[in-house]
């Protein structure tokens, strides 16, 4: 057998072999997509959108002080709720005998020719609510967070199943030949619960994971070329490993070798596309004040820009985490300062997102979604400050452009916004409707595991086609 030129003279040892490569475990496991279609396009939905960008806000903002005013909970503040909403119902902190309905101590008015409340804690969002499409009936199954966002990003509340983002990745492949097809941002003090699995491939192949990018200077570990090796010397050998590894493809049909060689592809490309992408000082000033990007420092707003960079760049899914929603009411975690904090942090970076895709032609192709993976109870946990407990049966997010109407509100609660009582949409259905916008039909995308068809929506799910353009 003729060996190429590059490795014939010697045997390379595998730490030589790693060095020459410029790889390490973070380089090796940038596993991404191969182009392949998960579905056949003849049979789907005309796609509205290119692109998702999902701002993720982990750990469940609450709806009653930001969109979701409510005069009767207002009037009933301090009094005790019937045992009809207490009795038998999931929580995860409160206490039955204490809990005690809670109005809001924030301000609300009604913005732009729609008329959607919005609190005085989003002056920025207030002034796109004609772009954006509240959703503001949706349910979900699971009370805590770890199981709650899996849930939201994989449709199944335990560990094991794709992610979202890997789902469409599977499905329609990427516009980007020099960046991973999902790419995950995040902010805040801590990641999310769940971690990993919640931007994973599980049991599909895993060159459709996401793909996380670090905050700061380099988001992607160990990318740059080692000292002393050249590009043609990096170019012949991933040459040379490619050659190696589709010789055994050839003979053994396994995910992982094609994994790898995507693997050592896409790094290969990152290596001059990433420090570009990354590189904030082509944006005017304009741009970046608009984002509320004063500097170089990691941020919610420095993410929103880079997302809008990625999507520019061809990159299917990208979702941002910005954490330390979960306002219980513990002193340094509550309703008061903690939230005027998380709001300032992703206010003006959120509006400024929609504003700036729209302004360059990007928001009919780019769907964005805003929300966590649950909401609050309209009863205070009766703590040390003011705080409300995780709520399933009741929360409101946004969507803007990708297809969706704008200007628009759909759902509705009943008068202290505990159960939904029009227009309902479970997190299955916002799955379902999603990749409709994408153009793929939930029902055929799947992916044979262990003897049966999986999907993102399980057997469930439905198109809300009253939200549609």
């Given at each position: 057998?003729?060996?190429?030129?590059?490795i014939?003279?010697?045997?390379?040892?595998?730490?030589?072999?790693?060095?020459?490569?410029?790889?390490?475990?973070?380089?090796?496991?940038?596993?991404?997509?191969?182009?392949?279609?998960?579905?056949?396009?003849?049979?789907?939905?005309?796609?509205?959108?290119?692109?998702?960008?999902?701002?993720?806000?982990?750990?469940?903002?609450?709806?009653?002080?930001?969109?979701?005013?409510?005069?009767?909970?207002?009037?009933?503040?301090?009094?005790?709720?019937?045992?009809?909403?207490?009795?038998?119902?999931?929580?995860?902190?409160?206490?039955?005998?204490?809990?005690?309905?809670?109005?809001?101590?924030?301000?609300?008015?009604?913005?732009?020719?729609?008329?959607?409340?919005?609190?005085?804690?989003?002056?920025?969002v207030?002034?796109?609510?004609?772009?954006?499409c509240?959703?503001?009936?949706?349910?979900?199954?699971?009370?805590?967070?770890?199981?709650?966002?899996?849930?939201?990003?994989?449709?199944?509340?335990?560990?094991g199943?794709?992610?979202?983002?890997?789902?469409?990745?599977?499905?329609?492949?990427?516009?980007?030949?020099?960046?991973?097809?999902?790419?995950?941002?995040?902010s805040?003090?801590?990641?999310p619960?769940?971690?990993?699995?919640?931007?994973?491939?599980?049991?599909?192949?895993?060159?459709?994971?996401?793909?996380?990018?670090?905050?700061?200077?380099?988001?992607?570990?160990?990318?740059?070329?080692?000292?002393?090796?050249?590009?043609?010397?990096?170019?012949?050998?991933?040459?040379t490993?490619?050659?190696?590894?589709?010789?055994?493809?050839?003979?053994?049909?396994?995910?992982?070798?094609?994994?790898?060689?995507?693997?050592?592809?896409?790094?290969?490309?990152?290596?001059?596309?990433?420090?570009?992408?990354?590189?904030?000082?082509?944006?005017?000033?304009?741009?970046?004040?608009?984002?509320?990007?004063e500097?170089?420092?990691?941020?919610?707003?420095?993410?929103?820009?880079?997302?809008?960079?990625?999507?520019?760049?061809?990159?299917?899914?990208?979702?941002?985490?910005?954490?330390?929603?979960?306002?219980?009411?513990?002193?340094?975690?509550?309703?008061?300062?903690?939230?005027?904090?998380?709001?300032?942090?992703?206010?003006?970076?959120?509006?400024?997102?929609?504003?700036?895709?729209?302004?360059?032609?990007?928001?009919?192709?780019?769907?964005?979604?805003?929300?966590?993976?649950?909401?609050?109870?309209?009863?205070?946990?009766?703590?040390?400050?003011?705080?409300?407990?995780?709520?399933?049966?009741?929360?409101?997010m946004?969507m803007?452009?990708?297809?969706?109407?704008?200007?628009?509100?759909?759902?509705?609660?009943?008068?202290?916004?505990?159960?939904?009582?029009?227009?309902?949409?479970h997190?299955?259905?916002?799955?379902?409707?999603?990749?409709?916008?994408?153009?793929?039909?939930?029902?055929?995308?799947?992916?044979?595991?262990?003897?049966?068809?999986?999907?993102?929506?399980?057997?469930?799910?439905?198109?809300?086609?009253?939200?549609?353009?």
């Amino acid at each position: 057998m003729m060996f190429p030129r590059s490795i014939a003279p010697r045997v390379i040892a595998r730490r030589e072999f790693l060095r020459r490569g410029g790889l390490s475990l973070g380089s090796m496991a940038l596993m991404h997509l191969l182009g392949r279609d998960g579905v056949d396009a003849s049979t789907q939905p005309e796609a509205r959108a290119k692109n998702v960008i999902y701002l993720f806000m982990a750990g469940g903002p609450s709806q009653f002080e930001l969109f979701e005013p409510k005069e009767t909970l207002q009037r009933l503040d301090g009094q005790t709720p019937p045992a009809s909403l207490t009795s038998g119902k999931r929580f995860a902190f409160i206490d039955p005998g204490r809990a005690k309905l809670m109005g809001t101590e924030r301000a609300f008015r009604r913005h732009g020719d729609s008329g959607a409340p919005v609190s005085e804690l989003l002056p920025h969002v207030s002034g796109i609510v004609d772009d954006l499409c509240f959703l503001r009936g949706l349910t979900t199954n699971e009370i805590n967070h770890g199981p709650a966002k899996l849930f939201m990003n994989t449709g199944f509340g335990q560990f094991g199943r794709p992610s979202m983002g890997a789902w469409i990745s599977y499905g329609i492949g990427s516009e980007a030949s020099d960046l991973p097809g999902f790419i995950v941002l995040q902010s805040g003090s801590r990641g999310p619960r769940g971690g990993a699995p919640l931007w994973g491939n599980g049991f599909l192949p895993p060159h459709y994971q996401g793909t996380p990018f670090r905050p700061g200077p380099e988001p992607v570990l160990h990318l740059e070329s080692p000292e002393g090796v050249e590009p043609e010397e990096q170019r012949e050998f991933f040459d040379t490993v490619r050659a190696l590894d589709r010789l055994q493809a050839g003979n053994v049909e396994d995910n992982a070798i094609n994994s790898r060689i995507a693997a050592y592809e896409m790094a290969f490309r990152m290596q001059s596309s990433t420090p570009e992408l990354v590189d904030l000082s082509s944006e005017s000033r304009e741009v970046r004040a608009l984002y509320g990007v004063e500097d170089d420092r990691p941020s919610f707003a420095r993410n929103c820009l880079l997302a809008r960079r990625m999507v520019e760049r061809g990159v299917r899914f990208v979702q941002l985490y910005h954490t330390d929603w979960d306002h219980h009411g513990d002193p340094d975690n509550n309703l008061g300062q903690p939230l005027e904090d998380r709001c300032r942090e992703i206010d003006r970076a959120s509006a400024a997102l929609v504003i700036d895709l729209k302004r360059r032609g990007l928001l009919d192709d780019t769907l964005v979604i805003w929300g966590g993976e649950f909401g609050r109870t309209p009863m205070s946990e009766v703590r040390l400050a003011i705080g409300r407990d995780h709520h399933i049966e009741a929360f409101t997010m946004w969507m803007a452009g990708g297809g969706v109407k704008p200007g628009f509100s759909y759902g509705e609660t009943d008068d202290i916004g505990y159960s939904v009582v029009e227009n309902g949409v479970h997190v299955h259905d916002l799955h379902a409707t999603i990749l409709h916008l994408l153009g793929i039909d939930h029902e055929q995308l799947t992916y044979r595991f262990q003897g049966r068809d999986f999907r993102l929506t399980d057997v469930h799910g439905h198109v809300v086609h009253d939200i549609l353009t």
